[in-house]
């Protein structure tokens, strides 16, 4: 690998690490479209690549967030889980999946996530804790940067039990940290907040990513000379986009979302269909 590889592949990860952090997704979303598209990596490779990043931005990001008390640390527990059966169910399917079905899945997640960020933003009747949510005390509250105590309820909880197994099953397939599919469930499904969301979902998918990413290791699918630019990258930035999510407001994390899932979901829309875009020789 040439210099010049090596500083876009740690520019790309550092920008990937930051704005993944503070969307709560890591950088994975975006690290597997760098590699895929630009680094000429195959699949395999650049989700096994994408998943030791992911593993890295959550433990560099997760303890900014416990300390400002976004993470809500028996929701995560409950919730991965069921992440945890869907990542094993994922791992027996590798190797079993074509990989342009693969990227269409992809452009189809990216797409569903935006429209859920979407609808997230109309107006909505809060929902109050159910069953589940107050026998295990779900239910928590945080600071906002404004200094004001924000107060939230924990609710369908098994609905959001079904989200995290699907979430686990496309992360070990996707190696895209399933940060991308918890969030909206929390956010729109639970109805948590957005900043809870992120926070309590970057927590979560490093350990769901640590799981498969052994599986990849076992297959000989990881890329040593495109790790290393990829993680010094995504623990740098990941460690600025947990101070961005700190205090960033609610809305604009949303709408950031958004747009960058909307990006996201053309180039890989592309290679579903066979139109593979250039790489980086």
């Known amino acids: 690998m040439s210099p010049d590889q090596f500083f876009f592949l740690f520019a790309a990860a550092l920008a990937a690490g930051a704005l993944g952090s503070a969307l709560g997704m890591a950088g994975g979303i975006f690290v597997v479209p760098v590699l895929t598209l630009f680094a000429g990596a195959s699949f395999p490779v ?8 992911v593993i890295a931005c959550s433990c560099a990001s ?14 995560a527990v409950v919730l991965e889980v069921a992440t945890t059966f869907g990542a094993l169910a994922g791992i027996l399917m590798i190797g079993l999946v074509h990989d342009q ?11 569903v996530s935006a429209l ?16 589940t ?10 600071t906002d940067r404004d200094g004001t105590t924000v107060t939230y309820q924990v609710s369908r909880v098994r609905l959001g039990l079904s989200f995290m197994f699907g979430a686990g099953l496309l992360s070990a397939l996707l190696g895209i940290g399933s940060g991308v ?26 350990v769901t990513a640590c ?22 990258g995504s623990v740098a930035g990941s460690i600025l986009g947990a101070r961005i999510l700190v205090r960033v407001a609610g809305p604009g994390l949303r709408t950031v979302f958004m747009v960058v ?12 269909f066979g139109l593979q875009m250039g790489g980086l020789s």
Request: hydrophobic residues 55%; proline residues 5%.
């Open 116 to 131: 859920q960020m979407f609808l997230g933003r109309r107006a909505r009747v809060p929902l109050t804790s159910d069953r």
């Open 181 to 206: 599919l918890k969030i909206p469930a929390m956010d729109a499904a639970m109805r948590l907040p957005i900043k809870v969301s992120s926070a309590t979902a970057n927590l979560t998918i490093g």
């Open 46 to 53: 650049a989700v096994a690549v994408s998943l030791i990043s």
């Open 133 to 142: 949510s107050q026998r295990l005390r779900l239910a928590s509250a945080y």
């Open 62 to 75: 997760a303890p900014q967030f416990l300390k400002a008390g976004l993470t809500n640390l028996r929701l």
């Open 101 to 111: 079905v693969l990227y269409g899945i992809f452009a189809t997640v990216l797409l």
């Open 261 to 272: 899932l909307l990006a996201l979901a053309v180039p890989m829309a592309m290679n579903a």
């Open 211 to 232: 799981g498969t990413a052994a599986a990849y290791l076992l297959a000989g699918n990881v890329d040593l000379s495109l790790t290393a630019p990829v993680v010094l």
